[in-house]
């Protein structure tokens, strides 16, 4: 059984940046997919990003695409999600999931989940 934790988020003012961390406990996350995703108030789990297991392939929804990166680092077994310009609609809780299939887009593929961490953006 692979158990997430996520760390990192925070209150940030618009075009700000943080860094989240996804780190496994309870066994090696380098042979599973790694996505991100974010739920923010009323609204459906959203996909935000994902990469495969050895960290060479990377997909990206629309609404993040060219200032959120996605990497791992199979050697410390962490994931990792670089924000930049980060917007008030970027505003949600957000999740580390674990899988199989890489760059999946539905949360139902997904057996493994944080608990997930609060990110604040102010206008």
């Known amino acids: 059984q692979v158990q997430l934790v996520e760390s990192g988020g925070g209150l940030v003012q618009a075009g700000e940046s943080l860094r989240l961390s996804c780190a496994p406990s309870g066994r090696t996350f380098a042979n599973y997919a790694m996505a991100w995703f974010r739920q923010a108030p009323g609204k459906e789990r959203e996909f935000v990003a994902g990469i495969n297991w050895s960290g060479e392939s990377t997909t990206y929804a629309n609404s993040v695409k060219g200032r959120f990166t996605i990497s791992r680092d199979s050697a410390k077994n962490t994931g990792s999600l670089q924000m930049n310009s980060l917007k008030p609609d970027d505003t949600a809780v957000y999740y580390c999931?674990?899988?199989?299939?890489?760059?999946?887009?539905?949360?139902?593929?997904?057996?493994?989940w944080g608990q997930g961490t609060q990110v604040t953006v102010s206008s």
């Open positions: 999931a674990g899988g199989l299939l890489y760059g999946t887009r539905s949360p139902t593929q997904y057996p493994y």
